[in-house]
């Protein structure tokens, strides 16, 4: 399966992966992505100058100078007008530590959402919805809950699902999965996608028939970093059988490519951006322009938050090898 997507998405990986050299291999191959999802060519001009309207004003040990910089500077460089989206960034972030959540890579990420996303005048209200979500959740699966949680909630605090019943619903998806998959925090996350997907029954037999269809064909999306996806893959109207050839397809050509290999990509990721490729045609394909939206939203949204706790993960390695040396 050769998309549009891939094309551009390989395309803008080779062009940003020469630029900017303190940055990880990591961030630039989703900034790549980021602009494929919108079918445009990166522009590394327009996303240095992000980063130094990011650098321009916050302190030198601001979250926002963290491990996500490279990537919120490249969502900011997709606005219109991202000196006013930046700012209202800023505005929102201090909601959420004024609402007693912990800075963290994915409390950026969480505000740069809803300043994307909805009016200032409703920045309060979805902050006070996030913090109600979090603290629902953080209720009922108090050791799975916690800052990897902040996006999501994010998410759920944009919607307009009723809290009690979508933290209801949440912990009801969680309780029947924790029997199917070991990694607690993206059975949690899974459970998360699929409220916020307005999912039933339907949809969670469709989980585990994915699962089962690609573990048929060697391909492990129920691992820790690509779980989530599943749940976006089960709310696609595309036979089963079709993405698991796509996505199979899509994974296998990626790897030949420059930058892509063995020693550059792991598996996971290579999965994960495979499944968002396919997931974001599809979901362009749908004829309800509202679930489009919805669609491609929520793709975007998985992937930043999966590859935030790659990220994460993987800084913690690192610092934790070098403190032993």
């Known amino acids: 399966m050769q998309t549009s997507n891939m094309a551009l998405f390989t395309a803008n990986a080779e062009t940003i992966r020469r630029e900017f ?13 980021l602009y494929a999802q919108r079918n445009r060519r990166i522009n590394c001009d327009s996303i240095q100058r992000c980063l130094d309207l990011i650098k321009e ?14 990537s919120i500077a490249t969502l900011l460089s997709l606005s219109p007008d991202p000196h006013l989206l930046f700012q209202e960034t800023l505005q929102v972030y201090a909601l959420l530590k004024d609402a007693k959540l912990r800075s963290s890579d994915y409390l950026v ?17 979805v902050v006070g919805r996030t913090r109600a979500f979090y603290d629902g959740m953080k209720e009922k699966r ?17 919607s307009d699902l009723d809290i009690t019943e979508g ?18 925090n993206s059975i949690q996350a899974l459970s998360q996608v699929l409220v916020l997907g307005g999912s039933d029954e339907d949809a969670l037999c469709c989980v585990l028939a994915l699962r089962d269809a690609f573990r048929a064909e060697k391909l492990r999306l129920d691992k820790c970093y690509t779980l989530p996806t599943l749940g976006i893959l089960a709310l696609l109207p595309v ?5 698991v050839r796509d996505i199979k397809q899509v994974q296998q050509t990626l790897r030949t490519k420059k930058g892509f290999g063995l020693w550059s990509v792991s598996k996971q990721e290579l999965l994960l951006f495979a499944a968002a490729i396919v997931a974001g045609d599809y979901a362009q394909g749908v004829e309800d322009g509202t679930l489009t939206a919805t669609l491609s939203t929520s793709i975007t949204n998985i992937i930043i938050a999966q590859q935030v706790a790659m990220i994460a993960a993987i800084s913690a390695s690192t610092a934790a090898a070098a403190a032993s040396c």
Do not use: C
């Open 109 to 125: 990420v969480a505000a740069y959402e809803i300043a994307s996303q909805t009016s200032p005048a409703n920045y309060a209200a």
């Open 142 to 158: 108090f050791f799975s809950t916690g800052q990897d949680d902040y996006i999501f909630a994010t998410m759920l605090g944009l």
């Open 21 to 33: 050299r303190w940055h990880s291999s990591l961030t630039k191959k989703l900034a790549a992505l």
């Open 57 to 70: 004003n916050t302190g030198v040990f601001s979250t926002f100078r963290g491990n996500m910089v490279l």
């Open 167 to 184: 933290v209801a619903r949440v912990e009801q998806f969680h309780s029947r999965l924790k029997g199917e998959f070991q990694n607690r």
């Open 239 to 243: 036979e089963l059988n079709t993405i």
